[in-house]
C-alpha cells in the first residue's frame, strides 16, 4: 500500500524558513515524478512544485519561486520542501503528493503569523 507521510509543518513569522519533509513507502519512488501541494483555509488545492524523479527538472509556481526549494533523495524515498522568507499567504496544508496525484499524503499545516 502506498503511503506519503509528511513532516516539518509548525508556527513561524512573516520572513521565518521551514522545512518540509515527505517519507514514501509502497511505490517506487524513485521512478516517480513528486509534487508539492498547499490548500489555504476555506480554498482549493494548489500546485507548488515538481521535481522529476532525476531531479533533471523542477519547477515552481510563480507565488514560491526564488524562496522555495524542492528536492528528493531517492535512496532515502524522501521528498522535501526548503521555505525560505514565508509570508502570511504560504499558511496552509501542505501536501506532498505524485505528480499526477495518484497518491497524496495527510497533509502538514504551516502557519505564517506575527
Known amino acids: 500500500e502506498a503511503q506519503l507521510v509528511e513532516s516539518g509543518g509548525g508556527l513561524v513569522q512573516p520572513g521565518g524558513s521551514l522545512r518540509l519533509s515527505c517519507a514514501a513507502s509502497g511505490f517506487t519512488f524513485g521512478y516517480s515524478d513528486m509534487s508539492w501541494v498547499r490548500q489555504a483555509p476555506g480554498k482549493g488545492l494548489v500546485w507548488v512544485s515538481t521535481?522529476?524523479?532525476?531531479?533533471?527538472?523542477?519547477l515552481y509556481a510563480d507565488s514560491v519561486k526564488g524562496r522555495f526549494t524542492i528536492s528528493r533523495d531517492n535512496a532515502k524515498n524522501t521528498l522535501y520542501l526548503q521555505m525560505n522568507s514565508l509570508k502570511t499567504e504560504d499558511t496552509g496544508v501542505y501536501y506532498c503528493a505524485t505528480a499526477d496525484l495518484t497518491y497524496r499524503g495527510q497533509g502538514t499545516q504551516v502557519t505564517v503569523s506575527s
Open positions: 521535481i522529476k524523479w532525476r531531479s533533471d527538472t523542477i
